[in-house]
């Protein structure tokens, strides 16, 4: 069974920073090595947005315009976690942000449940 958990959601202030971390499980966790890892997030009433992506061994990584500069996504394998920094947020980043797993870029075949995350003005 492949599990993800997200976590280091919170509130914090526009202008701050936050990283998330998104630790596999049980199945996941022998084959983290081999997936390309993704982070999306998703505000009531708008598409899900996948705004960071990384390539299984962590050479190349993919940002939506939206986070580009900001927003830096990162894995160590040895430890099945994928991270996100996000740094100078705004409200605009407040969103339940997901992180997901898959066999190439844009496709996720897995997600986990969510972190929170909110930008006060």
């Known amino acids: 069974q492949v599990q993800l958990v997200e976590s280091g959601g919170g509130l914090v202030q526009a202008g701050g920073s936050l990283r998330l971390s998104c630790t596999a499980s049980g199945r996941t966790f022998s084959s983290f090595s081999t997936y390309t890892m993704g982070w999306s997030r998703q505000t009531p009433g708008k598409e899900r947005e996948l705004v960071a992506q990384i390539s299984s061994g962590g050479g190349s990584t993919v940002y939506a315009d939206s986070v580009k500069g900001r927003f830096t996504i990162s894995r160590d394998n040895a430890k099945a976690t994928v991270y996100l920094q996000m740094n100078s947020l705004n409200p605009e980043d407040t969103a339940l942000y997901y992180c997901?797993?898959?066999?190439?870029?844009?496709?996720?075949?897995?997600w986990g449940q969510g972190t929170q995350v909110t930008v006060s003005s």
């Open positions: 997901g797993a898959g066999n190439k870029w844009f496709y996720y075949d897995y």
